[in-house]
């Protein structure tokens, strides 16, 4: 067993926080998560909420990556979520009974047949969706269209490239940009945080993470080439939320999904982002997601937190839970009608 793994799994996203329960206007209907992963099993490590203060300053004496290791698996929490075991489908099996419970529906990320694996396993619970990454999966632009036109999936994304050191509006997206236009699928592209100290980790790859790229203003001439895009940007961008307001008012096409951060900051200064972008009138535009990865555990804080923000109305949580993704994916009424059954 190698830590390449571990590795891995934080690359792509994001954790979790248990915070005192508010029972009054907790949301009841469905919700869509627009920000999950089809991994493998994984081995034992383990999230504690927030991410980002699992981490100690670096002592430079010593490697990054032992570092951003040992915490990893001798969490410094009293409550760490743990990966499943990697065993038996253990992670998928996890990830739907998490689902359940909470009444979600999700876009699920992955690799085609791992990603279809998954939909196939729990149908009425998964829409696949094709990750993607220049420099990684070496896929044209004919081999992307004739998946997408398989009809399998419902977005292109999670477009990772920002961990592949390539910015939106990078020459070698343009084929992929014009056909997701032409095609008129969604992408859902990641744009703002990865793990602490992303760049020094070892795994290959890692060493052209930049956190530049996460500026949501590297789109904007993506979003003038082909205003037909429908785009989700998987983490709005943070902690760049200036940026992505500015990008909002500019461009009434674009969504974003929380991504995870609701887990990886501190809760108040996560909330200071939520309430910035719903105080700024965008609230129609923000959809939930929990980047579960490898801790399906993570699904429960993931929701709790956005339920238990003090200053959002219920019809606010719901737009964010289930009515903005419901639009931004064109869901019909009658798949409407359907998910608020299953949530009953
Ligand atoms: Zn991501």
Not at 178 to 186: H, R, T, V, Y
Not at 188 to 199: F, L, R, S, Y
Not at 325 to 330: D, H, I, M, N, V
Request: charged letters at 25%; proline letters at 7%.
């Amino acid at each position: 067993m190698t830590f390449t793994r571990l590795v891995i799994l934080a690359f792509v996203c994001l954790a979790s926080i248990h915070g005192n329960a508010n029972a009054k206007g907790r949301y009841q209907g469905p919700i869509i998560d627009m920000h999950l992963h089809a991994y493998e099993d994984d081995i034992p490590a383990a999230l504690c909420i927030p991410w980002i203060t699992q981490f100690p300053a670096w002592d430079t004496r010593e490697e990054w990556n032992d570092i951003w290791i040992k915490a990893m698996v001798e969490p410094p929490c009293d409550d760490p979520i743990w990966a499943a075991s990697p065993v038996d489908d253990a992670l998928m099996k996890a990830t739907i009974a998490a689902m359940e419970e909470r009444n979600v529906i999700g876009v699920l990320s992955g690799a085609p047949d791992e990603a279809r694996r998954w939909r196939d396993a729990a149908p009425e619970r998964f829409l696949p969706s094709l990750e993607f990454r220049i420099g990684r999966d070496n896929r044209t632009p004919e081999e992307i269209r004739a998946l997408l036109e398989t009809g399998d999936f419902v977005a292109l994304g999670e477009i990772s490239n920002q961990y592949g050191g390539v910015a939106p509006d990078d020459e070698r997206m343009e084929p992929f940009w014009a056909l997701a236009e032409e095609l008129d699928i969604p992408v859902a592209i990641h744009m703002g945080d990865g793990t602490v100290g992303t760049a020094y980790l070892a795994f290959p790859g890692a060493a052209d993470y930049r956190a530049a790229l996460s500026n949501p203003y590297l789109l904007e001439e993506v979003l003038i080439r082909h205003p037909r895009l429908r785009v989700s940007v998987m983490h709005y961008g943070a902690p760049l939320v200036d940026e992505m307001i500015a990008m909002l008012a500019s461009h009434p096409q674009v969504y974003i999904d929380i991504g995870g951060m609701q887990w990886y900051y501190p809760r108040p200064f996560f909330y200071e982002h939520l309430r910035k972008f719903v105080d700024a009138g965008f609230g129609k535009r923000i959809m939930f997601g929990s980047d579960q990865g490898e801790w399906p555990g993570v699904i429960g804080p993931a929701i709790d937190i956005i339920d238990e923000a003090p200053f959002l109305t219920k019809e606010q949580k719901a737009d964010i839970f289930y009515n903005n993704a419901a639009r931004f994916l064109r869901f019909s009424d009658d798949e409407i009608k359907a998910h608020h059954e299953m949530a009953k």
